[in-house]
């Protein structure tokens, strides 16, 4: 009832509040014990790499700081293009930016690979004789597996077993409400794997799934936002249709989206078990979802997942 709901979500809040200093408490005390070096700074405190300094690692950084973990000034990016815009926006961030992915390396204690699957091999080659024991690198490459990693770094020069965490991580990240999964490599260990779900969960919810299912989570989550764009545009088109002002329409069925996904979270429930209890008999809720099914919703929506993660696989083939 609603007196269960509301209970569950203040214990939420707190849960998300009490996570959130355990996951920076946890960053903190990891860093501290750490091999030290350039990576760490004289707080104990892990120093961020991201090599690749686009959308998603925008995305990620600035879920990090956002959910209270570092800061700015502990994160590090690469311009290794160029692109002078792009540096400007980090260093506005307050982010230190250099020219070269080695030198992100020689900076770093957890280095993030957030290019794109065609461009990692290339990548690795480059800075992957420059990897100590002390690096831990977390990839965000869509359909690499951390086994290629491991070999690309060897064949580099770099060390015999390097440590690789994957992940997949959505753009969500940004304001704080990412879908994550994560994955150990071979000489990852359990701490490596806690504290990179740690920091993962500081900017949304991070799951742990072996490395076989991981096309299946792009699928689901790493492409999901843009299913859910879509969904959202289309609501306020249908809004704009019947009547309601663009921004009124838009704003409303965003808010649905995000108060229904909530209650999912938060109450526990089945969505089909949600979804029947708006369903009166008879009534305006029953008559749409009969248009949606008469339209092949759950299957539109079911083949794109299947899609998303049909493509996944591709790229990562000889990967």
């Known amino acids: ?3 269960s709901y509301w209970t569950a ?30 990576a760490v700074d004289g707080n104990g405190d892990v120093r961020l790499g991201f090599i690749g300094a686009g959308s998603m690692a925008e995305a990620m950084a600035c879920g990090f700081v956002r959910g209270g973990v570092t800061t700015f000034a502990r994160i590090s990016a690469s311009n290794s293009s160029g692109n002078v815009s792009r540096a400007a926006h980090w260093r506005a961030l307050g ?8 030198e992100v390396l020689r900076h770093s204690d957890m280095v993030f690979l957030a290019v794109k699957p065609h ?8 800075v992957g004789g420059g990897a100590e024991d002390r690096h831990l690198f977390v990839s965000v490459a869509t359909g690499v597996s951390t086994t290629f990693i491991e070999d690309a770094i060897t064949a580099a020069g770099g060390i015999g077993a390097p440590r690789v965490i994957r992940v997949m991580p959505n753009t969500p990240c940004l304001v704080g409400a990412a879908a994550s999964a994560a994955c150990v490599g071979s000489a990852s ?32 989550s790493g492409s999901g936002p843009a299913y859910v764009f879509q969904l959202i ?28 996904a909530k209650m999912v979270l938060e109450t526990g429930d089945h969505p089909g078990l949600l979804k029947d209890k708006v369903c009166s008999p008879g009534g305006t809720t029953i008559r749409a979802v009969h248009a949606l099914e008469k339209g092949g919703f759950r ?20 990967k």
Do not use: W
Request: proline share 2%.
């Open 1 to 3: 009832g609603a007196a």
């Open 9 to 38: 979500t203040a214990s939420s809040a707190r849960f998300v509040q009490s996570a959130t200093a355990r996951s920076a408490r946890y960053i903190h005390s990891a860093a501290a014990a750490s091999s030290g070096g350039d």
């Open 189 to 220: 260990t359990a701490a490596d794997l806690e504290l990179v779900s740690a920091l993962m969960a500081s900017a949304g919810t991070c799951i742990t799934v072996e490395e076989r299912l991981f096309d299946a989570v792009v699928g689901v």
């Open 95 to 102: 982010a230190e930016v250099y020219p070269s992915n080695a």
């Open 119 to 126: 461009i990692l091999p290339g990548v690795l080659a480059e």
């Open 233 to 260: 545009e289309a609501m306020a088109d249908g809004g704009v249709a019947a009547g309601l002002p663009r921004a009124d329409a838009q704003k409303l069925a965003a808010q649905t989206v995000y108060g229904a």
């Open 299 to 318: 299957a539109a929506v079911m083949d794109a997942v299947l899609a998303s993660a049909g493509r996944s696989a591709e790229l990562g083939k000889g």
